[in-house]
């Protein structure tokens, strides 16, 4: 493996022991070893032992690589732009966070009568960082708010609710509502929700699930509630909640774990109340419902239609829909919304957002509109029925590689589109050049990248950070990063590839990338490296990958696949053994999308791929850091643990030139966390991938 430049690090590097166990079980006939299964356990005094040990030696080297302090004070800087939400409208109130330029966090404000004060900081509640504000609703009539929180990235969010105009503290906190939807009925006496059952009626490996839809009055004891729905269905149904302006409908929609089948149940309140049946999981398709100011009840579903159609009906009849828009062939239709009359048709064209107008009789196209240019739209809000103002407006927020999230307005009326907040911060950004590339993978299957550089053409092999996702249906357009543009900023090249598993083709996309098919995502993501090589981007030894979560999979699956390939990887809250992640923490609900090993097919499918069990001694691996958080609530990181281990038993490349490092954190889990500390984290990760490729910061 040809050496890029590096700089003086320690000259030597002893790996902590790490006990190998002759640990061989029979599984459907396969012989899988697990050696190190005793780091699964984190209260273990040998994991706790190992852990500081490896604490020790990820520091020691992580903080001695070149560029640190340039490169935290550059995307401090970077992070400074701050970002702005969408405004949320109840009776002529706007409802939005914004983050400063020296926050840590978004706060949320309150507009009335042209009036901004705030309304929750998150910060001042907690001037630790450790808090993060989860979700949060408006009543109908802007006078109440409930607002979720967790703390320490443990993501078990406690539900409040507060009177808007004086602050004062109204009920909560309410525990077990895990980013729970909320539907307040006309008036802000009373809430739809969800939570889950007291875990003390249970069994205690499913205390994280048995979610139900409750009823509740603002000031009474939540163990009053009223349960409305979830007896009776699987224990890892997931739901969302919409309910008509006027309150008369209620919708619910509802899902096993994270599959993407959906069933939807539709009450009338002014009638029985009763939840009736509209669609279920077991059709096999997405779909989302609600009731419009038209009276209809829309559905947007992928039935017979993988890029989704939208069909209406009359709620009071709702299994008997009409096609209102068909499905297109080369769209995918995210989103629909209302607007003074109109339809709002949210696309996304090979991962870039477009805005139509439609006939909402008809379903018949009007016209496009105008978007400020090649990027990602991220939500949609126009006025509520109770607002007098604006009715013929809509509001998005908007960001693309070099413009963080922003608002823009565009009026039905005048057909305009303009800026209407702008990212409170000013920064000055590098120059780049953006651009979508088109690449034939493994199978002949047409894939495509956001290639982000300095140059419109290759000039010179330069390093090359490539990260990708492909899974559960998640897509990623273009969206500003202050990783992305300091790396590039440095004069390496940032490419994001749009694999197979994700949603940028729709459903059918999805499903070419999961299950027995999973082995598409990385042949895509292998297929990406090979054409920027080829066309001169970069060489094997200045291509560094970086994933997380689902993505985390796929860098350590592209690590053992093709170590040749990739100078460096940093593998980020990462699923490694796919052997036995149903078996700790939210893991039993990704069986649809991986499959299962207690399927003795599917155990085939897994151990295929599954990085853990595919690290080959005596091979030289390229330099690795992986990088775990203790809170995590989704993915456990004795994924990591394990892993680690393994690459540092098996590995023959020289560890001074290609180190396997654990860096972890405490108090913080699987998503929301303060500025200052993903600068840190992003910090030890670009200055490692920038060492090991030779990119100077």
């Not at 002529?92 to 949320?108: I, K, N």
């Not at 290609?658 to 670009?686: I, N």
Request: proline share 6%.
């Amino acid at each position: 493996m040809t050496e890029a430049p590096r700089a003086a690090l320690p000259a030597t590097i002893t790996y902590p022991a790490a006990e190998r166990l002759d640990l061989v079980e029979d599984l459907h006939g396969h012989a899988v070893a697990d050696p190190y299964r005793w780091l699964e356990d984190a209260a273990d005094p040998r994991t706790a032992a190992w852990s500081a040990e490896q604490d020790g030696l990820a520091r020691s080297w992580l903080d001695a690589m070149p560029g640190r302090t340039a490169l935290g004070d550059r995307l401090g800087e970077l992070m400074r732009t701050g970002a702005v939400g969408t405004p949320v409208w109840r009776a002529g109130r706007a409802f939005y966070t914004r983050r400063g330029p020296e926050q840590d966090h978004p706060v949320l404000y309150v507009r009335v009568d042209g009036v901004e004060r705030v309304l929750l900081n998150v910060s001042a509640l907690d001037p630790t960082g450790r808090t993060t504000l989860d979700r949060w609703s408006p009543s109908r009539e802007g006078t109440r708010l409930a607002y979720q929180v967790s703390v320490g990235g443990d993501e078990h969010s406690l539900l409040h609710v507060v009177d808007v105009d004086s602050g004062e503290l109204l009920d909560g906190p309410i525990d077990r509502c895990r980013y729970s939807p909320v539907a307040w009925l006309p008036g802000g006496e009373e809430f739809f929700y969800v939570r889950r059952i007291d875990p003390a009626l249970v069994p205690e490996d499913e205390r994280q699930f048995h979610r139900r839809v409750w009823r509740h009055r603002v000031g009474t004891p939540a163990s009053g509630d009223v349960n409305v729905h979830g007896d009776g269905l699987d224990h890892t149904y997931y739901y969302g909640l919409s309910l008509s302006e006027d309150g008369r409908w209620l919708l619910v929609n509802g899902a096993p774990g994270t599959v993407r089948r959906d069933s939807v149940w539709i009450a009338d309140l002014h009638g029985s109340g009763e939840l009736k049946q509209v669609v279920s999981a077991d059709d096999g398709a997405q779909c989302s419902a609600w009731v419009a100011p038209d009276g209809r009840l829309y559905l947007r579903t992928s039935l017979d239609a993988p890029r989704f159609r939208l069909c209406v009906a009359d709620p009071a009849t709702p299994t008997e829909w009409t096609e209102l828009v068909p499905e297109q062939a080369d769209s995918v239709l995210d989103g629909v919304t209302w607007l003074d009359g109109s339809l709002v048709l949210l696309r996304t064209r090979h991962a870039v957002s477009e805005l139509h107008l439609h006939s909402p009789g008809t379903g018949e196209h009007l016209r496009e509109v105008p978007l400020p240019g090649t990027g990602s739209l991220h939500g949609l809000s126009t006025v509520d029925a109770l607002t007098v103002a604006d009715r013929d407006v809509l509001w998005f927020g908007w960001s693309d590689f070099t413009t963080p999230l922003s608002v823009y307005r565009f009026s039905l009326s005048e057909g305009r589109t303009e800026l209407e907040a702008a990212a409170p911060g000013t920064v000055a950004l590098p120059q780049v050049s953006t651009q979508q590339v088109s690449y034939t993978s493994s199978d002949g299957t047409v894939v495509r990248m956001f290639v982000v550089s300095g140059e419109q053409h290759p000039d010179l092999p330069r390093p090359t950070l490539l990260t990708g996702y492909g899974g559960f249906a998640v897509g990623r357009g273009p969206g500003y990063s202050a990783t992305t543009l300091a790396w590039v900023e440095a004069g390496g090249v940032w490419v994001h590839a749009s694999l197979r598993g994700g949603d940028e083709e729709g459903e059918e996309w999805h499903r070419a990338g999961m299950r027995e098919r999973k082995q598409n995502v990385f042949d895509d993501f292998h297929a990406a490296a090979e054409r920027l090589i080829r066309d001169g981007w970069t060489t094997p030894q200045q291509l560094s990958v970086m994933g997380g979560s689902n993505g985390g999979l796929l860098v350590g699956a592209a690590l053992t696949q093709r170590p040749e390939l990739y100078a460096a990887v940093v593998c980020s809250a990462p699923l490694l053994d796919m052997v036995r992640y149903e078996n700790f923490l939210l893991g039993r609900l990704w069986a649809e999308e991986y499959g299962s090993a207690a399927v003795p097919e599917e155990l085939g499918w897994l151990l295929a791929y599954s990085p853990y069990h595919q690290v080959g001694v005596g091979v030289e691996y390229p330099s690795v850091l992986f990088t775990v958080f203790e809170s995590d609530s989704r993915v456990d990181p004795n994924h990591a643990r394990k892993m680690c281990a393994a690459l540092q038993h098996a590995t023959s490349s020289d560890p001074t030139k290609h180190p396997v490092l654990l860096r972890r954190e405490t108090e913080v889990g699987h998503a929301g966390r303060s500025v200052s500390r993903s600068v840190g984290l992003a910090v030890d990760q670009l200055t490692f991938l920038a060492w090991a490729t030779g990119l100077e910061l």
